[in-house]
C-alpha cells in the first residue's frame, strides 16, 4: 500500500508561496497604494480570493492600513497605506528574498559550469578516434 503524501512539505511550500504573496503585495502597496486587489490579482496571477486573504492577513498584522476614498465615478476604493512596522517588514523580506535570489543564482551559476564541461568532454570524446 502506497504512503499517503507527507503533509508538512506541503504546509511549508504553502506558507512560502503565502510569504512570497505577501511580499509582493507590500512591495506594489509602497510603490502605488491606490493599486486595487483585483489588479494585484491579475498582476501577480493569483486569484482575487488569495489577494483578499493576504490583505486580511496584513491588516491583521498591523502591516498595512487601508483607508476608503471616492473616485470621479462616485464608487467607494481603497487606499493601502504601509504602516511603519510594514515598511520594516518589507524591507526585511526584502533583504530574504534577496538572499535566497543570490543563492538560487550562484547555484545555477555552478550548474551552468558543470553543464558546459560535461558538453565540452562529450565533445572532446566524439573526436577521438576509437581504438577497437
Known amino acids: 500500500m502506497p504512503k499517503p ?17 505577501q511580499f509582493e503585495v507590500l512591495r506594489r502597496l509602497h510603490l502605488t497604494p491606490k493599486i486595487s486587489q483585483r489588479t494585484l490579482s491579475k498582476d501577480l496571477r493569483v486569484g482575487l480570493g488569495t489577494i483578499n486573504f493576504c490583505f486580511q492577513a496584513l491588516v491583521a498584522k498591523g502591516l498595512v ?13 481603497y487606499v493601502y497605506l504601509l504602516t511603519p512596522a510594514g515598511v520594516a517588514a518589507k524591507s526585511k523580506m526584502t533583504a530574504e528574498f534577496l ?3 543570490v543563492a538560487e543564482y550562484e547555484s545555477l551559476k555552478a550548474e551552468i559550469n558543470v553543464l558546459k564541461y560535461e558538453l565540452e568532454f562529450d565533445r572532446c570524446s566524439l573526436r577521438k578516434p576509437t581504438n577497437s
Do not use: A
Open 5 to 21: 503524501p507527507r503533509l508538512v512539505p506541503q504546509l511549508q511550500k504553502l506558507s512560502g508561496f503565502q510569504e512570497e504573496i
Open 99 to 101: 538572499s535566497r535570489k
Open 65 to 77: 492600513k487601508m483607508q476608503n476614498f471616492s473616485n470621479s465615478k462616485g464608487k467607494l476604493r
